[in-house]
């Protein structure tokens, strides 16, 4: 179908850490949204400095990377109408501080006192960074 869409989404290092794996999955099927790709990664500089690229003249960069290479993420392509805006608002505020209650972020992040935004997952904004984050996880298609 024509608006069928495909989203990139990480479950971040702490996300794996803490046994939320499920959680995240369980919502996304329980929206109703299909799995096309899920794998156990261990992100590298690398492959990090190509899917963060927007960020990497940010301060929090070096520490955004140390996040998520300190332990394997769940790499995930999840397919339905609609799934980017709808995995966004589903994920909530990128401070879990300010993630609304019912959201990923806003139900299972929190302040950790490390002084870096620790916030579960990651999900593809826009339709073109979708196309080119889901290109960088899943090279082969
Ligand atoms: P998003 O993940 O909600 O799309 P972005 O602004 O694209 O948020 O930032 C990417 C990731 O970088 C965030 O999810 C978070 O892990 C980290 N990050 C963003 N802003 C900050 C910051 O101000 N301090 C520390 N880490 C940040
Ligand atoms: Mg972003």
Redesign the pocket.
């Known amino acids: 179908m024509s608006d069928t869409e495909q989203v990139l989404v990480l479950v971040?290092p702490d996300g794996v850490r803490r046994g939320l794996v499920g959680q995240v999955i369980a919502r996304a099927e329980a929206r109703g949204f299909a799995i096309q790709r899920l794998e156990l990664r261990q992100a590298t500089p690398q492959l990090l400095a190509q899917h963060?690229a927007?960020?990497a003249a940010?301060?929090?960069y070096p520490?955004?990377v140390e996040?998520?290479t300190s332990g394997p993420v769940v790499a995930l392509v999840l397919e339905g109408a609609q799934v980017i805006v709808s995995f966004?608002a589903m994920?909530g505020?990128?401070?879990p501080v300010k993630a609304a209650p019912g959201t990923i972020r806003g139900d299972f992040g929190r302040d950790w006192g490390t002084?870096?935004?620790?916030?579960i997952?990651?999900?593809s904004?826009s339709p073109q960074s979708a196309a080119r984050e889901i290109a960088i996880w899943f090279p082969a298609g």
């Open positions: 971040k963060y927007e960020h940010k301060p929090f520490s955004l996040y998520m966004r994920a505020a990128t401070d002084g870096e935004i620790q916030n997952v990651h999900a904004d």
